[in-house]
């Protein structure tokens, strides 16, 4: 028999509540940071109150909440973080967690989430509690951060940054291999000199191809012009994800690969076809030749 809500809430409570005498020692976690235990109790208290719904009593992402969502909540207790500001598989650093929470993950449940920069740095410190083999290691060591390189190509040459950045995606750096293609066959032809222009292109260059993760799931990578790119806010911001790549699911960083003007003119790229999302008209008029081969 399912759990009324009411026993649902009682069930928190009472969790909640013991959470208050749970922690009596100070936490040392990765890059030394120092946590006292009334700020443990406090993130804790925090996360009955607002994460559990999803991420459940012992963060596995099994909440009450949790069935049917896609993507499913994070399995906290992996210590594998998707959108941070670090190298592929690195330790993030308490301000990714703080733009991740205060942001949310568009196109998935997790929420923008508005509340006290005290309850904010609780919450952050508690959920490490649920990777110990990640966070309590000794002279465990946060991710090194990346430089942003300069744009080499600003509002002023957008158009040519696209241009290039359409070979690079298809080409350079093969990002075909788990996306879909948006080239056509001629295109392709063109850019590759070992492929004459009636050469055929693999069925599944037009297709998702869902990805082995480390979520205990298969990582659906996604099209550009219709899903929601889950921390994207603009051309910068999909530059770090090229350069960080994305962990526990298969997509890696791309900084050490491709050259800084490769990089930039990729998420020129990316961008305009994020931008078709919502403009229809240029979807259709993009993918129409695509469709008729």
């Keep these: 028999m399912k759990l009324s809500l009411i026993s649902i809430f009682a069930l928190l409570l009472l969790v909640a509540c013991d959470g208050t005498t749970k922690f009596k020692e100070s936490k040392i976690f990765a890059g030394a940071k120092v946590v006292e235990p009334s700020t443990l109790a406090l993130g804790q208290t925090t996360y009955m109150e607002y ?15 949790s069935q049917g969502l896609l993507p499913p909540p ?13 190298a592929y598989g690195e330790i993030p650093h308490d301000e ?3 733009r991740i929470i205060r942001h949310g993950l568009k196109g998935s449940a997790m929420l923008a989430w508005d509340i006290s920069d005290e309850r904010l740095d609780a919450v952050i410190q508690y959920i490490k509690t649920f990777a110990p083999q990640v966070w309590e290691v000794k002279d465990a060591v946060l991710g090194a951060k990346l430089d942003l390189p300069a744009d080499p190509f600003g509002d002023t040459y957008r158009h040519q940054a696209i241009v290039k950045g359409k070979k690079v995606y298809h080409i350079t750096a093969a990002c075909t291999q788990c996306h879909r293609g948006y080239a056509t066959k001629a295109e392709v032809a063109e850019w590759n000199k070992e492929l004459s222009g009636t050469a055929e292109v693999d069925a599944a260059f037009y297709q998702l191809k869902p990805q082995d993760g480390e979520y205990n799931y298969k990582v659906l990578p996604p099209d550009f012009t219709y899903h929601e790119l889950r921390s994207i806010t603009d051309v910068p911001s999909i530059v770090q994800r090229l350069m960080y790549g994305v962990t526990g699911s298969g997509m890696p960083g791309w900084k050490d690969v491709v050259t800084d003007d490769e990089l930039w003119a990729l ?17 259709k008029a993009l993918l129409a030749p695509i469709e008729k081969q």
Excluded: M
Excluded at 51 to 65: E, N, T, Y
């Design 51 to 65: 994460c559990i719904q999803c991420h459940g009593v012992d963060g596995k992402g099994k909440g009450p909440s």
């Design 74 to 86: 994070r399995d906290l207790t992996q210590g594998l973080y998707k959108f941070p500001w670090v």
């Design 96 to 98: 990714d967690f703080v």
């Design 267 to 283: 998420a020129y790229y990316v961008d305009s076809l994020r931008n078709l999302k919502t403009n229809l008209p240029e979807r």
